[in-house]
């Protein structure tokens, strides 16, 4: 009866273990995506972008921060931050009727994107209040 429950424990054990591992699996999805904008249409695409980043924080609850910055020196160079619930939310947002509509407006303007994809290391945000 001892080594049927020694046997018994352990397979809970493993079962535990692989569900964690299924869930740890989930993590947040985090990228960077960096534009150059043509000149000529940059206050039209940042109108576009500003749209689009308002309503998917708004309405999907798997987004969770979208960021937009300029560079200082070159405002035609625009890196998004981007962090995602998991995978599965940033899949819907690519589908997103609003994200497509963005796609469509914008891909005139943008000259290049490189989309890089990040780790998590720290990240700390104080609230509003």
């Given at each position: 009866m001892?080594?049927?429950?020694?046997?018994l424990n352990l397979c809970m054990l493993s079962l535990l273990l692989s569900v964690n591992t299924s869930a740890q699996k989930k993590s947040t999805?985090?990228?960077?995506?960096?534009?150059?904008i043509d000149s000529a249409q940059l206050?039209?695409?940042?109108a576009a972008l500003k749209e689009e980043i308002e309503t998917s924080v708004?309405?999907?609850?798997?987004?969770?921060?979208?960021?937009?910055v300029s560079d200082k020196d070159n405002p035609t160079r625009i890196t998004i931050f981007e962090i995602y619930a998991d995978e599965?939310?940033?899949k819907a947002h690519r589908e997103t009727p609003h994200f497509k509509k963005y796609k469509s407006l914008t891909k005139e303007m943008v000259k290049s994107l490189d989309l890089?994809?990040?780790?998590?290391?720290?990240?700390?945000?104080?609230?509003?209040?």
């Open positions: 001892k080594k049927f429950l020694l046997i999805v985090v990228r960077l995506a960096k534009l150059q206050e039209t695409y940042k708004r309405v999907e609850p798997g987004v969770l921060t979208l960021y937009a599965d939310a940033y890089t994809e990040a780790v998590p290391v720290i990240m700390e945000t104080k609230s509003k209040k």
